[in-house]
């Protein structure tokens, strides 16, 4: 996965060599966003329609009367307070947490060569490339990759040729392949190579 974006963002950073330190994408939250602003819309709506209704000489709905009845009757330290306080705050941590967090963990971002360019490679896609590089490698039956943010975990399966050969070509092998991937921050290697267990496995 690959974006592009049509100006320098703001957390570029300038290198010696003219081109941007790339960062993480941030995400756009549209879920989170969305749905808090679907909540605020129901609740003040729902104050604003009640408000009105004061106004025009009508009688205060129902639920609005026994909010405010149980706001001024309840004491502090009742568990029902306590309950809703205590998820107030989880939420109020929520979007804290999102607000000041990039998010978006699956996108790798990749070196900048151009002020103007961002992109990011999908880790299911580097997982791909180095799994496709691995089989090349003689001796490999098998390889499962899965690539984090500061590492790649392969785990490859050698039905011949000794061990330590194929770790060392598949070191090799991956080593470049990483480097070719373009990342900004590449991940470390983390690789193990075992005969195949009974049955095949």
């Given at each position: 996965m690959v974006?592009?974006?049509?100006?320098?963002?703001?957390?570029?950073?300038?290198?010696?060599?003219?081109?941007?330190?790339?960062?993480?994408?941030?995400?756009a939250r549209r879920i989170p966003a969305g749905l808090l602003a679907l909540l605020l819309l129901v609740v003040t709506g729902a104050f604003l329609y009640d408000i009105a209704a004061v106004r025009a000489h009508r009688t205060g709905m129902g639920w609005r009367r026994s909010l405010a009845r149980e706001l001024a009757e309840r004491h502090l330290d009742d568990i029902w307070v306590l309950v809703g306080a205590g998820l107030a705050t989880a939420l109020g941590l929520w979007l804290l947490l999102l607000a000041l967090t990039p998010g978006l963990r699956s996108l790798l971002p990749m070196r900048r060569t151009h002020h103007d360019v961002r992109a990011a490679l999908h880790r299911d896609a580097a997982a791909t490339v180095l799994?496709?590089?691995?089989?090349?490698?003689?001796?490999?039956?098998?390889?499962?990759?899965?690539v984090r943010r500061t590492r790649a975990d392969v785990r490859a399966v050698s039905h011949f040729r000794d061990l330590d050969d194929v770790r060392a070509d598949l070191t090799a092998v991956l080593d470049d392949a990483i480097d070719g991937l373009g990342l900004a921050r590449p991940p470390a290697l983390s690789l193990r190579v075992r005969r195949p267990g009974r049955k095949g496995r």
């Open positions: 974006e592009q974006s049509p100006g320098p963002p703001r957390d570029t950073v300038a290198g010696a060599d003219g081109a941007g330190r790339a960062r993480r994408f941030w995400s799994r496709d590089r691995a089989m090349e490698v003689a001796g490999v039956r098998t390889v499962r990759v899965r």
